[in-house]
């Protein structure tokens, strides 16, 4: 598997906030990373900031990052300072204090964190909490989820899996996926 990529994960948060006036809702920042990275996923197999996800009662979530803006992690750890450079939670809401350093993203990092944004940034947090769940790498732990309150780790390879809506960016034919899929198989176990 692909290493956790810290950077990204603090910048794409601080590209989401920059967006939306230099603040954004943190349950709403992880729903938009978890829909980037399953859109990057499906056309460049790989994700943006190769995060491991959980399935919540609330959705997917990013579970490092997570624990980076929550500061569940060593506030001297090298990861953290950084988040710590850029943003800063404050109560639900994540603002950014330094100017975004685009210079880490690659340019279909861009492509899909701006493709998400036209999609999904008229959502609230709760509309994409909504949202999420019915997609397959949630559904497949609902029931789990409902009776224990618990969280699971998300296989990727759900990400793969259709979900058909209005939007349509999650409804990709079959030979597309299958070989992005494989591309991404080989690479993360190379």
Avoid: C
Wanted: hydrophobic share 35%; glycine share 4%; aromatic share 14%.
């Amino acid at each position: 598997m692909k290493a956790y990529h810290h950077k990204k994960a603090a910048q794409l948060i601080n590209y989401f906030a920059d967006y939306n006036g230099g603040a954004i809702n943190k349950m709403k920042a992880f729903k938009l990373i978890w829909l980037a990275n399953r859109l990057h996923l499906r056309k460049y197999a790989r994700t943006i900031t190769g995060d491991v996800h959980y399935a919540m009662s609330w959705g997917p979530v990013p579970s490092n990052t997570k624990e980076l803006i929550e500061s569940k992690v060593s506030v001297s750890s090298t990861e953290k300072h950084y988040f710590d450079q850029y943003l800063i939670l404050d109560g639900h809401l994540i603002r950014s204090v330094e100017a975004v350093n685009a210079k880490v993203f690659s340019e279909t990092d861009l492509e899909v964190a701006d493709e998400i944004l036209k999609h999904y940034n008229s959502l609230d947090q709760f509309e994409l909490v909504n949202y999420s769940h019915y997609f397959p790498e949630w559904k497949r732990f609902q029931e789990k989820i409902e009776q224990s309150g618990s969280s699971y780790k998300m296989n990727l390879s759900d990400f793969f899996e259709n979900y058909i809506d209005e939007k349509g960016l999650f409804n990709d034919s079959q030979e597309d996926l299958s070989l992005t899929k494989e591309i991404y198989f080989e690479t993360a176990n190379s």
